[in-house]
């Protein structure tokens, strides 16, 4: 799937460094396994810099301990649809869907958030559950994420504390109708 999102410039990861203005072609394309290193960076990165402002950090460093080796992330492709979205060749997004139409790990590199990247993911993931015969979609949101899905057309169902290696995170549960 293509999409176009918005650019005001930054550094990229890889290096690349688009022209402020430009408009930046987002391409979501299903996971390889060559992907692994740039989605673990991503996944890292992301967490230890955008939730860092919700969470302390005993807490993030239970949620990203370390830059996870390739296999934990195979292991993920190989239980769920795994997406990643590109710019020029960069992974600068990635999320992954359940048959049962929940969404996981989805995140835009903290370099590229706020130009459109999600918004592409996002459809992208709707249009495979539609595909499936989905007609809900389900994610478990953390409190930095809420508004970017509630602007997407998610409703907030409750919300709960989950418990992931030995802490506690404030999380909602997101549904939308598709
Ligand atoms: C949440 C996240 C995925 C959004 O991705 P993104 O590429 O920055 O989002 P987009 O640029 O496509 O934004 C789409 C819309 O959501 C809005 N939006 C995105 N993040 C927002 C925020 N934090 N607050 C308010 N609105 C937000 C945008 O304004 C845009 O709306 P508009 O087009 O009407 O202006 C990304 O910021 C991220 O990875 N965050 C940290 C990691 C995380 O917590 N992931 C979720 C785990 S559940």
Redesign the pocket.
Known sequence: MLGV??NVGTVAPQGLVPAPGRAVSVRVRTSRAGDAPQIARLYFD??RR??ARDCDPDRLAAWAPRVYDDGFWHRRRRRYEVYVAEVEGAVV?SAKLSPAGAI?????H?A???????????RHLEARARGHGLHRLE????V??E???S??GFKTEHRQTKIYHNRSFRQLVMQKRI
């Open positions: 999102g918005r992301t967490v955008v939730d997004g996981d790990c989805f995140y835009v903290h590229w958030q706020g130009r459109g990247v999600g918004r592409v993911l996002l994610a478990d949101v953390s930095a994420a508004l970017f899905f602007r997407l």
